[in-house]
């Protein structure tokens, strides 16, 4: 979720109309997903396998932890990392 929308968990509202969006990009093995956290929107590529996608979307997630933080920690944001 944090991936995708900056945020570790979604609002408590019922008002919540925000849908996720899932796009296919060009590309294949060798390129990472990326998240639109604006838009609430994951762009994967076309990738060969699930077991690629997946081990893709780790990369991608991991690495870009704090896309919100610009360079700032977990902790000093204040994001539970569980």
């Known amino acids: 979720l944090r991936f995708v929308w900056a945020r570790s968990r979604l609002p408590v509202t019922e008002h919540w109309s925000e849908k996720f969006k899932i796009h296919t990009t060009g590309g294949g093995d060798d390129r990472l997903p990326t998240a639109h956290t604006c838009n609430f929107q994951l762009d994967l590529p076309r990738f060969?396998?699930?077991?690629?996608?997946?081990?893709?979307?780790?990369?991608?997630?991991?690495?870009?932890?704090?896309?919100?933080?610009?360079?700032?920690?977990?902790?000093?944001?204040?994001?539970?990392l569980e």
């Open 48 to 80: 060969s396998s699930a077991k690629v996608c997946y081990d893709r979307l780790m990369v991608a997630m991991n690495i870009a932890c704090d896309i919100d933080g610009d360079g700032a920690d977990a902790a000093r944001m204040n994001w539970d």
